[in-house]
């Protein structure tokens, strides 16, 4: 079909959409009952659709936009880009200036073992890239018996097959292909409420990170190549450790001698106030991923950071890998995440959100727990989590086909707000540069969402 744009009203683009565009992780069956959406203009914390509606953005789309939308700056930074150098490969022996100078630059933000940067487009690509690192690292070290990989229940790593493998949310598993792939284990994930309640935090988070040591002595250490996990899980539901757990399970990784990969794709650039989850949480991984807020959305960039160790043995034993991407270090994408880097420094932004926002921000998340819905309220810096439940007393969850957490988002947007449904917990994660008013206002609508739904 095709029609002039100028005589499309919202229905008229939504009948276009149904007929030719297939969303990621839709039911498009219910989507023909209700339409989309369809956005037109982004601006800060706010996006407006085609029928003029303004959407407070709580969720910084998907924990990407962290600067918020429309920076001239970063359109400025991908125009000059294109127009000097719009494309270049970097697979025989070329290289170009703005992928060296974002390399460097993240390296230089980073502890020091972190060391080099390989790009890709996606964070599923950066996890394939991290996962078929690490065995090629197990393979050049001569452990080829290093095979297989932990990754933790209620994980999100990414669609492709090894990332979607590594994800334990359960639908990924029966999504088609043969997932998880039979070299991905998984285990328990630090998920107080459900797994260590009546449980010190402290005490929960070494009984947790436990898991992993039950699991490589299960599968026996000299077959385990790495252990993949988030800081804190976003995709799961706001699943935040206590202090415990992460040194903990450093200290067991370097016991068994696991690789420690921390996938960073949305916690790094301030999403748990800090640069990175790892200062926040004292991780020292061999390989970290990091995506989303990278460009802030802006476009579409991954990196994987590798840490001398395995870099050592990569470039010395290993010549010619035989892996990468036609967009690996594009040079548009990577002048916008310089960019963006120099705007969230300049502008002190995260430092400011997490002198002033987070402390907001926890104080409203655990403003719920007392509400007749709520059955947790969690969060790290600016990400939070409302569980919802049946029962408070029990912790009972709604049956899936109640699709409660659902209703609780289609209130929120009633009343203007991105409120998105993990399973029944109630996400947000609002862009880096929300004020305290606009704040309190979505901390509001997100009370009268589930008032609505009670
Ligand atoms: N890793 C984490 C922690 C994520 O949350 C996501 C996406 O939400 C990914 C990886 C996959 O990133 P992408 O959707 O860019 O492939």
Known sequence: M???EGDLDTQGWQVLDRAHYLHPFTDHAGLRQTGSRVAVRGEGIYVWDTEGKRIIDGLSGLGCVNIGYGRRELVTAAAE???ELSYCQSFFKTTHRTAVRLAEKLT???PGHL?????QSSGSEAN????RLARRYWD???KPGKKLFIARELAYHGSTHMAASLSGIPPMHYAGGDIPLSNVHHIRTAYQYRHGAGMDAAEFGVVAAGWLEEKILELGADNVAAFIAEPAQSAGGALCPPETYWPEIQRICRKY?????????????GRTGKWFGLYKYGIEPDIMQLGKGITSGYLPLSATVIGDRVADTLIDKGGEWAHGYTYSGHPTCCAVALENIRILDEEKIIENADATLVPLFKAGIESFADHPLIGDARCVGLMGGLEIVKDKKTRESYAYE???GDHCSAEALKRGLAFRANGDTMSLMPPLITTPDQLAEIFAIAREALDATA
């Not at 060391?115 to 790009?119: E, P, S």
């Not at 001698?257 to 949305?266: F, G, R, S």
Request: no cysteine.
């Open 140 to 142: 050049l070290e001569g």
């Open 115 to 119: 060391n080099h940067v390989f790009f």
């Open 128 to 131: 394939e890239t991290a996962t």
């Open 81 to 83: 880009q294109m127009l």
């Open 257 to 269: 001698d696991v690789l420690l990969i921390a996938d960073e794709v949305v916690m790094g650039f």
């Open 2 to 4: 095709t029609m002039a």
């Open 402 to 404: 109640a699709h409660i």
């Open 108 to 110: 230089s933000m980073l």
